[in-house]
């Protein structure tokens, strides 16, 4: 638990830059929504889009930086390194370079790459190979390439074995995910809970992608989304794989966020500037990574909590039949912008849902925080605690 701890420690500095993309990206669709060819929404948009998009290599940096025993440049060059390698060495063009063919459907699990849990892997193993290898030394005609210089050098070969790994492993899982999917699209409101239980679980492997590309795009020809903004289908139906993650993000995170503060046992600025952007950021724009971030690894108990909350919330939203649409996520900007969709159907249903759910996440994570003593902040992070070691 204590290296859960630390890795959710170590993650802080690039969650901090989740509520900024995520404000962007908020006033971007906005603007855009009634002005379509607005330069401001455009800049907003793409620039809001790019940050996020591009989290998983700050997660790589803030992990292998966060989790090592001292702070040296040796590390954003060795987890920058491990990163291009990955998420360039796995794509088509340079597969058939290598020698390795493979077919579009491994090709689409691949691509999928590119995700927060690849990040964290990396700067997992940047870390390891800094703390274990930093010291090492080397005959004189290599002592050049002694101590932490040897640490890319050796990052370099263990990336290209995770790569190797990787090709083999990732399409696997990922396809296995896909039949998951498929299987449980059957089970009507059942399977929209069970969709949003393992949506949330899969979160910190990334493979929550192979999920959703059966639910909300064209895989297995549900295509919620893309049917919900072109208001096709039956209504109460199109659009109940999306709806019950409206209360959850934009209610239940924020009632987790004042529960996390509440239970602090230093209560400093720092904490509150951070629970008060994140569940903003939750709650305009849906993206709920960087509230679970929060407690993912240094409480997984409560991350178990959440999915099972997620999953109880889309079961009842599509019970019911109240549906809403998410472009992007499902915050308040794609909830008012779906309302001028024909199809939704009761989408202020999901607003009392919301209400109940704050109220269940606030005072559940309340008492599991109490009962159990969960640590979620430290008093320091990890990173505040060392001493800067300077080449």
Same mark, same amino acid.
């Given at each position: 638990?204590?290296?859960?701890?630390?890795?959710?420690?170590?993650?802080?500095?690039?969650?901090?830059?989740?509520?900024?993309?995520?404000?962007?990206?908020?006033?971007?669709?906005?603007?855009?929504?009634?002005?379509?060819? #607005?330069?401001?929404?455009?800049?907003?948009?793409?620039?809001?889009?790019?940050?996020?998009?591009?989290?998983?290599?700050?997660? !790589?940096?803030?992990?292998?930086?966060?989790? !090592?025993?001292?702070?040296?440049?040796?590390?954003?060059?060795?987890?920058?390194?491990?990163?291009?390698?990955?998420?360039?060495?796995?794509?088509?063009?340079?597969?058939?370079?290598?020698?390795?063919?493979?077919?579009?459907?491994?090709?689409?699990?691949?691509?999928?790459?590119?995700?927060?849990?690849?990040?964290?892997?990396?700067?997992?193993?940047?870390?390891?190979?800094?703390?274990?290898?930093?010291?090492?030394?080397?005959?004189?005609?290599?002592?050049?390439?002694?101590?932490?210089?040897?640490?890319?050098?050796?990052?370099?070969?263990?990336?290209?074995?995770?790569?190797?790994?990787?090709?083999?492993?990732?399409?696997?899982?990922?396809?296995?995910?896909?039949?998951?999917?498929?299987?449980?699209?059957?089970?009507?409101?059942?399977?929209?809970?069970?969709?949003?239980?393992?949506?949330?679980?899969?979160?910190?492997?990334?493979?929550?992608?192979?999920?959703?590309?059966?639910?909300?795009?064209?895989?297995?020809?549900?295509?919620?989304?893309?049917?919900?903004?072109?208001?096709?289908?039956?209504?109460?139906?199109?659009?109940?794989?999306?709806?019950?993650?409206?209360?959850?993000?934009?209610?239940?995170?924020?009632?987790?966020?004042?529960?996390?503060?509440?239970?602090?046992?230093?209560?400093?600025?720092?904490?509150?500037?951070?629970?008060? !952007?994140?569940?903003?950021?939750?709650?305009?724009?849906?993206? #709920?990574?960087?509230?679970?971030?929060?407690?993912?690894?240094?409480?997984?108990?409560?991350?178990?909590?959440?999915?099972?909350?997620?999953?109880?919330?889309?079961?009842?939203?599509?019970?019911?039949?109240?549906?809403?649409?998410?472009?992007?996520?499902?915050?308040?900007?794609?909830?008012?912008?779906?309302?001028?969709?024909?199809?939704?159907?009761?989408?202020?249903?999901?607003?009392?849902?919301?209400?109940?759910?704050?109220?269940?996440?606030?005072?559940?994570?309340?008492?599991?925080?109490?009962?159990?003593?969960?640590?979620?902040?430290?008093?320091?992070?990890?990173?505040?605690?060392?001493?800067?070691?300077?080449?």
């Amino acid at each position: 638990m204590e290296k859960l701890r630390r890795l959710g420690s170590s993650l802080l500095p690039a969650i901090s830059v989740l509520p900024v993309a995520s404000l962007m990206l908020g006033i971007g669709q906005w603007v855009h929504s009634f002005q379509s060819d #607005s330069f401001l929404a455009g800049g907003l948009i793409v620039l809001g889009n790019f940050i996020l998009g591009n989290i998983s290599i700050l997660f !790589a940096l803030s992990v292998s930086i966060g989790l !090592a025993k001292e702070q040296d440049v040796c590390l954003p060059i060795s987890a920058t390194l491990a990163f291009l390698i990955v998420s360039n060495l796995l794509k088509a063009p340079y597969l058939k370079e290598i020698g390795l063919t493979t077919d579009a459907v491994k090709l689409d699990a691949l691509e999928k790459l590119n995700n927060q849990f690849i990040g964290i892997l990396i700067g997992i193993l940047v870390a390891y190979l800094y703390n274990r290898f930093s010291e090492t030394k080397l005959p004189k005609y290599l002592a050049f390439f002694e101590g932490p210089r040897i640490v890319p050098i050796l990052t370099v070969l263990a990336t290209a074995l995770l790569v190797i790994l990787l090709y083999f492993v990732w399409p696997f899982f990922f396809s296995l995910l896909v039949d998951f999917g498929k299987g449980i699209s059957r089970l009507g409101s059942i399977g929209a809970g069970l969709f949003g239980l393992f949506n949330r679980l899969l979160i910190p492997t990334g493979l929550h992608n192979a999920l959703n590309s059966v639910f909300w795009f064209d895989i297995a020809g549900i295509n919620d989304i893309a049917n919900f903004w072109s208001s096709q289908g039956e209504k109460g139906i199109v659009g109940m794989y999306q709806a019950g993650f409206f209360p959850i993000t934009m209610f239940g995170l924020p009632g987790t966020a004042l529960a996390m503060y509440r239970s602090a046992p230093n209560k400093n600025e720092k904490i509150k500037s951070l629970l008060i !952007a994140n569940a903003f950021t939750a709650f305009l724009m849906g993206v #709920s990574e960087p509230i679970e971030l929060l407690f993912m690894f240094s409480a997984p108990p409560l991350f178990l909590l959440h999915a099972g909350l997620t999953g109880i919330s889309l079961f009842i939203c599509s019970f019911f039949k109240w549906t809403a649409g998410f472009g992007f996520s499902s915050g308040l900007v794609d909830y008012l912008l779906s309302l001028k969709i024909p199809i939704a159907n009761q989408p202020y249903m999901l607003l009392v849902v919301g209400v109940g759910a704050f109220f269940i996440y606030y005072f559940v994570f309340t008492f599991f925080i109490h009962k159990f003593q969960l640590v979620l902040f430290n008093e320091q992070t990890e990173t505040e605690s060392r001493n800067v070691k300077r080449n």
